[in-house]
């Protein structure tokens, strides 16, 4: 049966994180990114497939009964876009109370309809809302993004400045760049100062392509990417870093094999996870491979 908890996973810009995965098993997104690590989907407007509060919540209950490492935040995302979730407020209302003291909520979004009324009642509830913006112009959003064709990404800027104001949390943007795509310096520019109109911004990560992705995208250079933070001068900058700790969470090869379902992991992340002979034995029986992405090597699991 599927398992929408999955984790923990050590993020580069949230620590370690325990996954709530509502879309399920299927790809339900209202974008098809160009840099998406899952399989390329046609963008649907609402979720087909949907899981109730309650899989979901006996999930995480079940999977923080076991925890038995450090845990930051506690993450709604999806096989796609979370705010497509029609159960989004009852199911972060309900999950409150099952998280432990300490542990922050987060939702990590595309950005694309924070605008809508009853998402917004949603996104009020976590402690931290994150939201992607890789585009200011159209041709560009369409290109990197490849949205709906119902969505507009003016209509989608507007939400964004509707929504902050309203919001009391810790409220992040990310900006993801793809070499040749939405890389061009006069974007990134415009795209800085659409940022500095939006209120209580706590941090904007900029990033480029960390893991493997289901198109032929490539990742900006440190250089490159380095030389566009000028840009940004007098925001909130990040350049997300990845820094593992050496922390060993209990796993075995199964648990392993389904956590890559959820998302590649570096070889160095995986070590956490197994041994290197468990790990060997995986690539020589369930046919496990690594693949390059920039400077890092990535588990997964064709």
Known sequence: MFNPIFGPL???RFGWSLGIDVSGQAKQCNFDCLYCELAAKKPLD????ILTPDFILNALK??????KTP???????ANGEPTLYPHLKELIVRMRDLIPKGVQTLILSNGSRLGVAEVQEALVHYDIVKFSLDAIWPKVFSRVDRPHKDLSLAKILEGILDFAPKYQGFLVAEVLLVEGVNDDPMHIKDLADFLRQVPHLG??????IDRPPAHGAKPLGPAKLQDLTAHFQGLPLSLPKRVLEQVQIPSSKEAF???????PLSVEEARCYLSASQLQELQEVEGLQTKKVGQMHFYYHP
């Open 10 to 12: 050590k993020s580069r």
């Open 46 to 49: 609402t979720m087909q497939d």
């Open 62 to 67: 079940s999977a923080l009964d076991k925890l």
């Open 71 to 77: 845990l930051s935040v506690c993450t709604t995302t």
């Open 203 to 208: 941090r904007i990560d900029l990033s480029t």
């Open 257 to 263: 094999l389904e956590l890559l379902r959820c998302r």
